[in-house]
């Protein structure tokens, strides 16, 4: 069993930053990927970013060029920086591990973008 706790959720206006950070917990042996999936009421929990074992990091369109992922793999957390928010950025943000073929998931952290 795999436990990961969020943080550093909350409120920016458009255009600001903000960074999210997970620690995972528990059997935190061969977790082979971890990352970030977001969710709004409206629609289907979808994928940010992924960054596995070897460091190698996927993201998605709307992240691009704006979201940095990035893993300590010492303390196994990740982090997501967050920069150039929008209004559509917003969403409850969760931290995902994948430990053979077990997924995951945090609680979520409420991330809000408005002026």
């Known amino acids: 069993q795999v436990q990961l706790v969020e943080s550093g959720g909350g409120l920016a206006r458009p255009g600001g930053s903000l960074r999210l950070s997970c620690a995972a917990s528990?059997?935190?042996?061969?977790?082979?990927?971890m990352g970030w999936y977001r969710q709004v009421p409206t629609k289907e929990r979808e994928m940010v970013a992924l960054?596995?074992?070897?460091?190698?990091?996927v993201y998605a369109d709307s992240a691009k060029g704006r979201f940095t992922i990035s893993r300590d793999f010492t303390e196994n957390t990740v982090d997501l920086q967050l920069n150039s928010l929008k209004p559509e950025d917003t969403a409850v943000y969760y931290c995902y591990a994948i430990q053979f073929d077990m997924d995951y998931w945090g609680h979520g952290t409420l991330v809000t973008v408005s002026s």
């Open positions: 528990g059997n935190r042996f061969s977790i082979n990927a």
């Open positions: 960054i596995t074992n070897g460091g190698s990091a």
